[in-house]
């Protein structure tokens, strides 16, 4: 009896694979073509040696040119349609505190993101700043400043800023001067640390217009979804204020949970470009708000017959996850090379290289009217996202404290801050002149010893003052008031800064004041 040949196994068809990384190089691999997301994402932090990788991602351009991050558990060949395969790895989740990274080569990757950010414009930053972090750099590129260093005669083809300037370059040189003895790493520290600060950080920006078809941008970030007009930040929805996120056609609602003089729960509505606009930025909301408030992701609903609604949901580990993660890391730090960033030449390259989609964000605005919302009532079949109660408090955690007893009892100070953003109200103070930044501050003094029956004393109001100063672009009005009550003595001022829409303004410089 003959046996039958033996069936010749299936020949696996791999694709070619290009992954541009944040320092500029290209990692080409081949990977099969059925694979999913995760496994290319694994084999390219395999190649960088980096463990905490939730923060990171993998984007690919559609065929409109704009950005869209790969899914890691579906199935590659269905998301990206043009060959060979194109990436680039990016920071998606940007860590509100780089401090609390573990690994130097994370904090190091996240440093190459925000010089693209900043190099770019997508990050704007003051004449300051521009010049502290470029001297950051400069020092974790090129060590201590030495007169001798032929390197920093070609300051010039280093990108620090997206219009840079000789004064720019000489006070970069200035500041470096002054950083001697930092190692890359430490550099790479601070650097960060006055980056966290700047008001754009981490923002994921999407085009929009509001019910009176102005145009306005959405921003998506760690603490919730902010609303620009005119680069300025005229409302703030953080995540906890948020019920229910949703979106129907090229329409995209967020359910707002009411206040505390309001009854009614409210819709806002916005229109998107289009509905593939409008499920992205549903997409990043999901994401975004799973990874900074909740414990763990979220399961996908079970599949139902006729089933509404999108069964997305995040699939990676959450920032409470990924940080009980980093604290089992055991290695030794890993070596990794560091990369010089990118040079440019003004006579031939011109300006860094944009994406349309990329230019259309950066570019300013020019409408004058302010946002206005409308409420609608979107219907029962939209996908949506709900803020469950387990995710109440993962970020904004306050600090601990450490009480210690003392022996005697000296004079006590307490001091206590309390910072509202006036634009979260529901309504507009002024249609030309929005609310940018109100501060509170009570400072309570109390002696050592007071005289028995003070308690019941009423409290007696000492002074009242109030400072106003103009500028062409802002407004400063100070409040101080002095009352004493018991034999304590509470001095509470008042800030508030307004500032106009109508000038190119630097929020760092009008608010370092405060």
Same mark, same amino acid.
């Given at each position: 009896m003959e046996k039958s040949p033996k069936k010749t196994p299936k020949k696996v068809k791999t694709v070619p694979c290009r992954v541009v990384l944040l320092d500029g190089t290209e990692y080409p691999c081949e990977i099969e073509k059925r694979s999913k997301g995760q496994v290319l994402f694994d084999k390219v932090c395999a190649h960088l040696n980096l463990l905490e990788k939730d923060y990171f991602g993998l984007t690919y351009r559609d065929s409109t040119d704009q950005k869209n991050w790969l899914d890691l558990i579906k199935d590659i060949k269905k998301q990206i349609r043009n060959y060979p395969w194109q990436f680039a790895f990016n920071v998606k989740f940007y860590p509100p505190d780089p401090s609390q990274l573990t690994e130097d080569i994370t904090r190091y990757l996240l440093c190459l993101q925000l010089r693209q950010d900043i190099a770019s414009g997508r990050l704007p930053c003051s004449f300051v700043t521009h010049a502290l972090l470029g001297s950051y750099t400069l020092q974790a590129e090129l060590g201590d400043y030495s007169a001798d260093d032929q390197r920093l005669e070609s300051i010039s083809e280093f990108q620090f800023a997206p219009n840079q300037t000789k004064e720019l370059e000489d006070k970069i040189m200035e500041l470096h001067k002054t950083h001697r003895g930092l190692t890359p790493a430490m550099a790479d520290s601070q650097f960060l640390e006055n980056a966290k600060k700047l008001s754009m950080y981490g923002v994921d920006l999407h085009h929009a217009k509001d019910s009176e078809a102005v145009d306005i941008m959405l921003g998506v970030c760690a603490n919730g979804l902010l609303i620009y007009k005119d680069r300025l930040r005229i409302n703030r929805f953080a995540w906890p204020k948020i019920l229910k996120i949703s979106y129907k056609r090229s329409n995209f609602y967020i359910k707002i949970r009411p206040g505390e003089t309001e009854h009614f729960e409210s819709?806002?509505?916005?229109?998107?470009?289009?509905?593939?606009?409008?499920?992205?930025?549903?997409?990043?909301?999901?994401?975004?708000?799973?990874?900074?408030?909740?414990?763990?992701?979220?399961?996908?609903?079970?599949?139902?017959?006729?089933?509404?609604?999108?069964?997305?949901?995040?699939?990676?580990?959450?920032?409470?996850?990924?940080?009980?993660?980093?604290?089992?890391? *055991?290695?030794?730090?890993?070596?990794?090379?560091?990369?010089?960033?990118?040079?440019?030449?003004?006579?031939?390259?011109?300006?860094?290289?944009?994406?349309?989609? *990329?230019?259309?964000?950066?570019?300013?605005?020019?409408?004058?009217?302010?946002?206005?919302?409308?409420?609608?009532?979107?219907?029962?079949?939209?996908?949506?996202?709900?803020?469950?109660?387990?995710?109440?408090?993962?970020?904004?955690?306050?600090?601990?404290?450490?009480?210690?007893?003392?022996?005697?009892?000296?004079?006590?100070?307490?001091?206590m801050v309390t910072i509202s953003d006036a634009s979260q109200k529901n309504e507009i103070a002024t249609k030309e002149v929005p609310i940018l930044h109100t501060e509170t501050k009570t400072i309570t003094y109390e002696a050592a010893e007071t005289d028995g029956g003070g308690d019941n004393e009423p409290a007696m109001l000492l002074s009242a003052q109030t400072i106003t100063s103009e500028s062409i672009s802002t407004t400063t009005t100070t409040h101080i008031t002095k009352t004493v009550k018991g034999g304590i003595s509470e001095t509470r001022i008042e800030k508030r800064i307004v500032i106009t829409g109508d000038a190119d303004i630097d929020h760092d410089e009008k608010l370092k004041r405060f």
């Open positions: 819709t806002i509505g916005f229109k998107l470009p289009s509905h593939r606009a409008a499920k992205r930025l549903w997409k990043v909301c999901v994401e975004h708000h799973t990874f900074f408030r909740l414990l763990s992701p979220e399961q996908p609903p079970k599949a139902k017959f006729l089933t509404l609604g999108s069964k997305f949901r995040y699939s990676g580990r959450t920032q409470a996850q990924t940080r009980q993660a980093s604290t089992l890391i *055991d290695r030794p730090a890993p070596y990794f090379e560091r990369t010089s960033s990118k040079r440019i030449s003004r006579s031939l390259d011109g300006p860094p290289e944009l994406s349309a989609a *990329d230019e259309d964000l950066i570019r300013d605005s020019t409408f004058d009217q302010p946002v206005s919302v409308n409420e609608v009532k979107p219907s029962a079949s939209e996908p949506v996202l709900r803020d469950e109660k387990r995710s109440e408090e993962l970020l904004s955690q306050p600090p601990e404290l450490e009480l210690h007893k003392e022996t005697k009892p000296p004079v006590v100070k307490t001091e």
